[in-house]
């Protein structure tokens, strides 16, 4: 028999019994396959690693006998490079958490299962990037504050040891800080809305010492269909159920003293839709 066709069948039981998906990327600065390719932009970054790692992890997992589990873990512990405590203090490991949905829970699960994965006990920072309307109505402060007040926990337990935001004008930046007990120590903007910060943020990130960075990511990082596609190509599914992603996670890890990444991945969590 193909080993093939082998490989498709299991993937096929696996993900018909799973009700819950996570997988890991692993480093893609190693990834060979990966790096032949020039992603255009983060989306598709995203999806080709989502499709290669599922891939991957297919072609070599075998399904049991019995007792299919409802929760797979899509990860390859090889393509991972764990931090090893003698070169912890020389790294930062910065992360931006993208939210699908608006579970709390699931910000204290990314980190948790980040820190698993890369052997660290803190994350250096976490910016989060809420699941706004696209519209772009809805964008206040009570959106943003259960997301944030879990932050906030995260930091007091020392997961994490500064908290930041994205795409926030002037206005929610500082209503933001004013009502916040951990302030944020950094705001993303996405200079593709505007060549120019505007002065106004500008002004107040100076005034309360909140550094202001870039980022070209779009306002939807993945949708529901494309995640549907990625999980077709990656598992040779067809008729693939019905899927929904809940976070996804990118973390870099930089070496202090000379700037460079040293490794970069995703981790990425979804569920299977209620039929």
Same mark, same amino acid.
């Given at each position: 028999?193909?080993?093939?066709?082998?490989?498709?069948?299991?993937?096929?039981?696996?993900?018909?019994?799973? =009700?819950?998906?996570?997988?890991?990327?692993?480093?893609?600065?190693?990834?060979?396959?990966?790096?032949?390719?020039?992603?255009?932009?983060?989306?598709?970054?995203?999806?080709?690693?989502?499709?290669?790692?599922?891939?991957?992890?297919?072609?070599?997992?075998?399904?049991?006998?019995?007792?299919?589990?409802?929760?797979?873990?899509?990860? !390859?512990?090889?393509?991972?490079?764990?931090?090893?405590?003698?070169?912890? @203090?020389?790294?930062?490991?910065?992360?931006?958490? &993208?939210?699908?949905?608006?579970?709390?829970?699931?910000?204290?699960?990314?980190?948790?299962?980040? $820190?698993?994965? /890369?052997?660290?006990?803190?994350?250096?920072?976490?910016?989060?990037?809420?699941?706004?309307?696209?519209? %772009?109505?809805?964008?206040? *402060?009570?959106? *943003?504050?259960?997301?944030?007040?879990?932050?906030?926990?995260?930091?007091?337990?020392?997961?994490?040891?500064? !908290?930041?935001?994205?795409?926030?004008?002037? @206005?929610?930046?500082?209503?933001?800080?004013?009502?916040?007990?951990?302030?944020?120590?950094?705001?993303?903007?996405?200079?593709?809305? $505007?060549?120019?910060?505007?002065?106004?943020?500008?002004? &107040?990130?100076?005034?309360?010492?909140?550094?202001?960075?870039?980022?070209? @990511?779009?306002?939807? *990082?993945?949708?529901?269909?494309?995640?549907?596609?990625? /999980?077709?190509? %990656?598992? =040779?599914?067809?008729?693939?159920?019905?899927?929904? *992603?809940?976070?996804?996670?990118?973390?870099?890890?930089?070496?202090?003293?000379? %700037?460079?990444? =040293?490794? =970069?991945?995703?981790?990425?969590?979804?569920?299977?839709?209620?039929?």
């Amino acid at each position: 028999m193909d080993p093939r066709n082998t490989n498709s069948e299991a993937s096929k039981m696996l993900l018909s019994h799973a =009700k819950t998906l996570t997988l890991h990327t692993g480093n893609l600065v190693n990834r060979s396959r990966l790096k032949k390719k020039c992603p255009g932009s983060p989306s598709e970054e995203l999806q080709d690693c989502i499709q290669a790692s599922l891939n991957d992890w297919f072609s070599t997992t075998k399904p049991p006998s019995k007792d299919f589990p409802e929760a797979l873990d899509c990860s !390859i512990p090889e393509a991972t490079d764990r931090i090893s405590p003698e070169e912890r @203090d020389e790294l930062r490991v910065s992360v931006k958490l &993208f939210l699908c949905e608006s579970v709390q829970s699931s910000i204290g699960d990314a980190v948790e299962m980040v $820190c698993q994965a /890369l052997a660290v006990s803190q994350l250096d920072s976490v910016i989060i990037a809420p699941p706004w309307p696209l519209d %772009g109505e809805g964008r206040n *402060l009570a959106h *943003l504050q259960p997301s944030w007040k879990e932050l906030e926990a995260l930091v007091r337990s020392q997961k994490i040891a500064a !908290i930041g935001t994205s795409d926030l004008d002037k @206005d929610l930046l500082e209503q933001l800080y004013n009502w916040a007990q951990v302030k944020p120590s950094s705001n993303q903007f996405n200079l593709a809305s $505007c060549c120019v910060m505007p002065p106004e943020l500008t002004a &107040f990130a100076k005034e309360f010492d909140i550094q202001l960075l870039t980022h070209n @990511d779009p306002k939807e *990082l993945m949708s529901a269909a494309t995640f549907q596609e990625a /999980l077709r190509e %990656g598992s =040779k599914d067809l008729n693939i159920a019905d899927w929904r *992603l809940e976070w996804v996670l990118r973390y870099s890890i930089i070496v202090k003293s000379r %700037g460079i990444i =040293k490794a =970069k991945g995703y981790l990425v969590s979804a569920r299977k839709a209620s039929p």
